[in-house]
Every structure is written in C-alpha cells, then in structure tokens.
C-alpha cells in the first residue's frame, strides 16, 4: 500500500473538493483502490457533485438534521461544536474508489469532497491510500 497525507484548509467552507490531489496522487498507479480518509472526530468524506447548488443544498440538509444550536451535550468550542461531533455518524470519515489505469472511476459528476462543520479548526489532514490489485 502506498499512503500520503494531505493538509487541507477547510476554512469556513462546510465543503471541499479533494477531487484533483486525489486524481494527482493515482495518476500512474495503475489499477488498484483508493482509500481517502479523514483523521479527524468532526469531518467527513462524500462524492457528491459540486458546483451546481449542491454544496448549499448539503449545508441546509445537515442544519436540519443537526442544528447548530447550544442542544448537545458535548459543548465545549463554540456554538453547535456538539453538532460537529456528530456530523461524522452521516457523513463517514472515508471512502474507497475503484482505479484503473492511474483514475480514480469517478462518475461523471462525482467528485470526492471533505465535509467539515467546525470551524475551530480550519486545518484538516486527509489520508491518501493506493492498495494496487
């Protein structure tokens, strides 16, 4: 298995695209998959498509579902950092993607994003692991 780590800065976006460090670290790999994992207790990994209202629509979703309200019983951080540490029962701090021939097999409007509500923490490491096969 080949692995690297990635620093992504999350920032205030609850969303963002991992798709082309992920595509640059297969390309020439071969056949195989692609693990992207996320070491962290209050972010997620998806493939969803982006760039066409999904994002906000993602956003309203996980307000619903998970107010970022002062509820929770985990309340240390600021408001709805309860919240945060819930996001990743929904949101899975992983996800495997076949590869063949050095690309990941995307569908065409997949792309693979880092999903991350707090905003405490704005640096965020991403686990890149190629298993060939």
């Known amino acids: 298995m080949e692995s690297t ?5 999350s920032g205030d976006r609850l ?7 992920l595509a640059r670290f297969c ?4 056949d195989g998959l ?3 994992f996320v070491p962290h207790a209050t972010a997620g990994v998806a493939l969803m498509e982006t760039g066409s209202g999904s994002e906000p629509d993602l956003a309203g979703a996980i307000d619903r579902l998970l107010p970022a309200e002062d509820i929770y019983r985990h309340r240390h951080g600021s408001l709805g950092h309860g919240r945060d540490h819930v996001l990743p029962a929904f949101v899975s701090p992983s996800v495997s993607i076949p590869v063949l021939a050095g690309e990941p097999t995307l569908g065409t409007w997949q792309s693979v994003v880092l999903v991350d509500s ?5 640096n965020r490491r991403v686990r890149l692991s190629f298993l060939e096969g």
């Open 27 to 30: 390309a020439g790999r071969g």
């Open 34 to 36: 692609v693990n992207v």
């Open 5 to 9: 780590e990635i620093t992504v800065r």
């Open 118 to 122: 707090n905003g405490d923490n704005p």
């Open 15 to 21: 969303v963002t695209d991992l798709t082309g460090e």
